[in-house]
């Protein structure tokens, strides 16, 4: 009787464990969802810290590739066509309204095409999205920045007027951090710090996802 019971009692305990992983799955996309529709209804004054960590908690977020339509965008943004940047850019926002860079262009675009209502509204919700990240003053690891992605880190030294000249990995207190050496437009130099244990979470489940795949 063991043989026959005990494989049967795994293969009940695997599917509940698959039907906890659904329903994880489920309540974190519903979750983001949730979030995203209330922030469009009150633009800009949303709570984008919150929608920024609710996009990054859902299972299918990407934290290694970055999309066609982004690569398209800042392209095309960097040699000045906006037309082809604000078609990007809009398609970068339908499948991640959390980017800030999408809608900093896709502003820089409306406004260029005579839509400063719409431009308005874009360049806020950029603004906001930034600001998020703020968690701290950044000169520390107890006032790091908050990002989901590498990507934030470089929107926001760009929005702070920064350049950044190194970015190396610190380990402390139980806590992941980028160490950006960055100067100003005045020359100055200072010491970035972003909190990047999400980062470094959704890359490690990346990975063990990869190695278990037949």
């Known amino acids: ?3 026959i019971i005990l494989p049967f009692a795994l293969a009940l305990s695997l599917v509940a464990a698959a039907a906890d992983a659904a329903v994880t799955t489920q309540d974190a996309e519903g979750r983001y969802l949730a979030l995203l529709a209330a922030a469009k209804a009150s633009a800009p004054n949303a709570n984008w810290g919150e929608l920024r960590l609710a996009y990054a908690d859902r299972p299918n ?3 290694f590739t970055q999309s066609a339509a982004r690569r398209e965008m800042l392209e095309a943004a960097n040699v000045g066509n906006c037309a082809q940047a604000l078609q990007s850019a809009r398609a ?3 499948e991640a309204y959390v980017d800030a860079d999408a809608h900093l262009v896709a502003a820089y675009c409306e406004e260029a095409a ?3 209502v719409a431009a308005k509204l874009d360049r806020d919700i950029g603004a906001g999205l930034l600001e998020s990240i703020k968690t701290g003053d950044g ?3 107890a006032t790091a920045f908050t990002v989901i992605d590498v990507d934030e880190e470089y929107a926001l030294t760009r929005a702070l007027g920064l350049k950044v000249a190194s970015q190396t ?3 402390q207190g139980g806590h992941s951090y980028d160490v950006l050496q960055a100067t100003n437009d005045k020359g100055q130099r200072a010491t970035y710090y972003f ?3 999400r980062v470094l979470a959704a890359e490690a489940a990346v990975t063990t996802m990869g190695k278990s795949a037949p």
Request: hydrophobic share 50%.
């Open 1 to 3: 009787m063991r043989r």
């Open 61 to 63: 977020f990407k934290v």
């Open 92 to 94: 970068v926002i339908a």
């Open 114 to 116: 005579g839509s400063p």
């Open 139 to 141: 000169f520390s690891p």
């Open 169 to 171: 990995l610190l380990q």
């Open 195 to 197: 909190l990047v244990d």
